[in-house]
Nanobody
Framework: QAQVVESGGDTVQPGGSLRLSCAAS????????MGWFRQAPGKEREFVAA????????DYADSVKGRFTISRDYAKNTVYLQMNMLKPEDTAVYYC????????????????????WGQGTQVTVAS
């Protein structure tokens, strides 16, 4: 059973950058699709980015394409979300999630498809 713990949330000015980390435990980290979701106050949790089990396929929400990059370090069992050119509308609690399975592409975009979740980390973009 996997466990994931996010870190790296902070308050940053518009146009700034942050890198979120997600440390995963469990012997089968390399067999998981890893995803990032976010939830702003009063809104539903939404998909941000995901990376398949071997790092060969990724996908992003349209709202973050070209600004965010998801990556993973298998030696450290860690997934990252590099966020550049941050906007006030990126303000949210960001969650890391894991889904078991070696899928050739990213095909899971809804929160109920992911089995394991972290506690979330707050990202605030404000001047």
């Amino acid at each position: 059973q996997a466990q994931v713990v996010e870190s790296g949330g902070d308050t940053v000015q518009p146009g700034g950058s942050l890198r979120l980390s997600c440390a995963a435990s469990g012997p089968t980290f390399s067999s998981y699709t890893m995803g990032w979701f976010r939830q702003a106050p009063g809104k539903e949790r939404e998909f941000v980015a995901a990376l398949n089990w071997n790092g060969g396929a990724s996908d992003y929400a349209d709202s973050v394409k070209g600004r965010f990059t998801i990556s993973r370090d298998y030696a450290k069992n860690t997934v990252y979300l590099q966020m550049n050119m941050l906007k006030p509308e990126d303000t949210a609690v960001y969650y890391c999630a894991a889904k078991m399975g070696r899928y050739a592409s990213v095909i899971h975009y809804t929160s109920d498809e992911y089995e394991y979740w972290g506690q979330g980390t707050q990202v605030t973009v404000a001047s």
